[in-house]
Structures are given as C-alpha cells and as structure tokens.
C-alpha cells in the first residue's frame, strides 16, 4: 500500500463525502441535487480510473499502439452519465412543481408548511 | 509521472471547487461552480485515457446539466437562505464514513495495475476480437451497442423515460370556460 | 437578444457548422471517440443556441412540438425494431450477423441503426426538456 498508488481512490471517496455532505446538510432542494451529481461524477471516478495502464491510450485499435486502457468501464459510465442527467431533469421538474405547490424550496419552510396544513385539518 | 501529476492537480482542483459549492449560496455562482466542475472532471477523463467518456460528460454534464439547473432557477429563485443551525453532525457523519471508505480501499489494486482483476477477464478478449468480430476500430462503440446492446436499449428506455416523466410532470392543462379540459 | 446584429449574424453562420459537427460525431463515431449520445446531445445544444438567440416562438417554428414529441418515441422504436429484425431474419433477438449477407457487415450494419436510433432519442428528449422548462411561466405572471 502505497500513496502513489491508492491516491484516485482517496480522491474519490473526498469528492463523495463531499456530496453526500451537501446532500444532508444544505437545505435548498436544487443545491441538493447539485451534490447529488457531484457524489455520482465521484463514482464515475472510481471505475475509471483502476482501468487506466500508464504508457497506454484510448482504446481504439489501430496498428501504432501496442497496450489500450481497459474499455469495458468506459461503457459502464457512459450509460451511467446519460441516466444521471435523466434523474437530474426528473428531479428539476420536481422542484418547479414543489415551488408552484409551496411557494418555496427550502427543507424547513415546506417542512413547517407541511405541519401547518396538517394542523388546520 | 507526469500523467499521475496532471490527474492529482485536476483532481486537486475538484475538490477546492466542490468546497465553494457548499459554502456559496448565490444559486447562479453555484450553477457555474458546477459547470466548471464538470469541465474538469471532463479533462481530468481525458488524462485516464477515457475519451469517449469525456465527450459524454463534457456535453452532458457542463452543457444540459447547467442549462436545466438555469432553467430551473429561473422559475425557482436565485438565493439559498442561511441555515438556521451549525451542521456539525453532518460533518462529523461525513468524517466517520470517509475514515471508513479509506480503511476498506486500502485492499484494492493500486493505479495502473495491469494484474488487476478489472483488466484480466473478459476485457483482453474485446481488445483482441473486437474489429475482427464487429468490423469497427472504436472497442468502446463495439462493446457498447454490440457486444452490451441490451443495456444500451434499456439506456435508451431510462431517457424515453425521463422525457415522458418531465412532460407529464410539466404539462400544462388549459381549462375552458365550460369546464372543458384541453392539454 | 434579438436586438444585437453581432449575435443574431454569427448564430446563424454558426448553426450548419454544429449540425455538420454533430453528424461527424455521430457517423465517425466507429474510427474515433463520439456515437450516438453525444451526436444527440450536440444537435439539441443547437436547437437551444438558436432559441436563446432569436427567442424561444421563432425555436418552435423551427423544430414544432409535435416533430420533437416524435423524435422521443421515434429513436427507442428503430432500437427495438432493429432487434426484431433480427429475430425475422432467422437470429436472436438484437442478433446482427444475420442483418446482411457476411457477419461483419451485419455486425456494422447494426451498429450504425442502433446509433441512429440513440441520437434521435437523445436529442428529442433534451430538447422537449428544454422546451418545457423554458415555456412554463413564473407562477407570479400567470395570474
């Protein structure tokens, strides 16, 4: 074990716990759906990079190059890119229709208008 | 050495930006923190040879991505307001779980291991047969639409998905006068 | 931004420039990095370029809801029925050595309509997204 050779690891899991950070601590629904992107380009991180061969390149095959950097994560992510910015959308659609219902995208204040309703009832 | 220095600035750089996407709150300045963000993550793809996955996340991530959040703040509002209390619990949740992801890493294969069991199963058998079986140079476009074509249909379905999701979400639903309901 | 010639003038020298890229992208996407989703993302960024430009009605006149609502479905369809043409021709379903008269060719053969397929999609849903957060007024004005 050796810091040269886990550091994209560390990388990761810094990038990771900052998004889960801002996720459970930041009230305004779409700062949470920001940190909810940031923790998953973390993991994009973390399947791409134990597949990288220093002295390789891209894996397109053509007769100059000899060693390829490993593909198969590669597609793994780009379907996980593409599905993440579709939750993404889905969720932004959510918010609007949040703000219309509540007047407001703060956790505390639909919390409280939550709990107001609910007493009037 | 000089590619395992450029990932760790980029990297380095990532995590500075991800700071002042949790300390700002002036919603615009965090929408361009984070197609910055993306931005780097695109060329820090690039470094780790992952070409096809940095075109990806540098028009998807840094282009869609920041013009849905601005659409949204558009009709949201642009400010976020100042948490009531200290989060120190997040922060120290946060604490204990990366103490506990590093603690389980330090089992995984080291950078650039071409031992590594990602790199020895079924991927030397793409590498080799892949323009022989498919005819096309690209491994990636092979194994994604040819060899993995089923997961790609399912992608394809999760965004035809998203897209009806939004339209019913957003839909507007005009009434008449006479009660009438019209879409 | 309709106002400023500078910008309505360079918008419209640009456009065929993105499409053409986004083309290249998409049918080269066998020999270098590219293929259907980014071709599919570049095609919408057009589309919403030219509506931030000349505004969000002279967009709709270009691309109509209808064609765009089509599109969505329309990728997904081609998807699945290069499977079942696979499965007619006598294969599994998504089978492509059978689509032509040598393996290799079917191979590609597939390929290039199952990319197609994925870029029209693609393109179709994010630009109905941003058509439809665009287009929805502030709750305050619609009174």
Known sequence: MSVAGHFTYWATILLMVAGLYIVIARGNLVKKLIGLSIFQTSVYLLYIAPGKLIGGTAPIISPDFKVYSNPLPHVLILTAIVVGVATLALGLALVVRIQEAYGSIEEDEILAADRAGGDEE | ?183 | ?143
Request: with cysteine; hydrophobic share 55%.
């Open chain 3, 1 to 143: 931004m309709r106002g400023f010639l500078v910008l309505r003038v360079v918008a419209k020298l640009l456009m065929p420039f993105m499409l053409v890229f986004a083309l290249y992208v998409q049918f080269h996407g066998d020999f270098s990095p590219g293929g259907g989703f980014q071709a599919g993302v570049i095609i919408a960024a057009t589309i919403i370029f030219y509506a931030l430009i000349f505004g969000l009605p002279a967009a709709r006149k270009l691309m109509p809801e209808p064609l765009v609502e089509t599109m969505v479905a329309l990728g997904v369809l081609i998807y699945a029925g290069v499977g079942v043409a696979g499965l007619l021709l006598g294969g599994n379903y998504l089978d492509y050595f059978v689509l032509a008269h040598s393996p290799v060719h079917g191979q590609e053969r597939g390929i290039f309509w199952v990319e197609v397929g994925v870029a029209v999609t693609v393109s179709g849903v994010m630009t109905k997204i941003f058509y439809m957060f665009a287009g929805r007024k502030r709750s305050a004005e619609e009174e």
């Open chain 2, 1 to 183: 050495m000089i590619e395992e220095l450029i990932v760790i600035v980029l990297l380095a750089l990532m995590a500075v930006l991800t700071l002042g996407i949790a300390l700002q709150r002036n919603m615009y300045a965090v929408v361009v923190l984070s197609g910055a963000y993306s931005f780097l993550m695109a060329t820090a793809l690039v470094a780790l040879d992952a070409v096809d996955v940095a075109m990806t996340e540098a028009s998807v991530g840094a282009g869609i991505s920041t013009v849905l959040l601005l659409g949204a703040l558009y009709l949201c509002g642009g400010e976020e307001a100042k948490p009531l209390t200290r989060p120190w619990l997040p922060l120290v949740l946060a604490l204990v779980i990366s103490g506990a992801l590093v603690y389980g890493t330090l089992g995984l294969p080291a950078f650039s291991d071409p031992m590594a069991p990602i790199n020895t199963h079924v991927v030397p058998r793409y590498l080799h047969d892949a323009l022989k079986e498919t005819g096309v140079p690209n491994v990636v476009t092979a194994v994604l639409a040819s060899y993995r074509g089923y997961d790609t249909l399912g992608e394809t379905t999760v965004v035809f998905t998203a897209g009806a999701g939004v339209i019913a979400l957003l839909r507007r639903i005009r009434r008449r006068k006479d009660g009438e309901q019209k879409s």
